[in-house]
């Protein structure tokens, strides 16, 4: 958990769990760059680096926002992989479970942000409210893009 110094100890921990979250799918989506075959390595490859890079982009921004709160992020992989929401890559996914895997990472992710967003409006949080719907919004449309890619 968050190592918290400031009274407003419910927005960090929803802060650290999306620091987890993201640093749980920043390696899963180099998992899945690294290890994608098939007729569609030409598309995927790319996507998941577009992916992986936009995911550490949003664990440096939520990282920094606890710092700035007071708070201290976790930042070993056995505490992430504990706090996370989402699971680490099971390594023995094709493209397609590839895709499905992340859409539903980004839907459960989407969820928290919602929730979180709610947590740091009632606390009196703007910035993270504004922060929490900003990567919100990208990963719905990810999410949508995914799913569309799997629609036959």
């Not at 998992?31 to 994608?36: A, E, G, I, T």
């Not at 926002?65 to 099971?90: C, D, Y």
Request: charged share 25%; hydrophobic share 40%.
């Amino acid at each position: 958990m968050a190592k918290v110094k400031d009274k407003n100890s419910i927005v960090t921990e929803t802060l650290n769990t999306q620091v987890a979250n993201f640093s749980v799918l920043y390696m899963k989506l180099h998992h899945f760059h690294w290890y994608v075959k098939g007729e569609n390595f030409f598309t995927l490859h790319p996507k998941f680096e577009e992916l992986y890079k936009e995911s550490a982009l949003h664990l440096d921004t939520i990282a920094e926002r606890m710092l700035s709160l007071g708070a201290l992020p976790t930042a070993t992989l056995k505490e992430q992989l504990q706090i996370s929401s989402i699971k680490e890559a099971a390594g023995d996914e094709n493209a397609a479970g590839m895709i499905k895997t992340l859409a539903d990472d980004f839907n459960t992710v989407c969820s928290e942000l919602t929730e979180g967003i709610t947590v740091a409006e009632d606390n009196d949080d703007q910035p993270t409210a504004d922060l929490f719907i900003a990567i919100r919004t990208s990963l719905e449309k990810h999410r949508w893009m995914l799913e569309a890619y799997l629609a036959e």
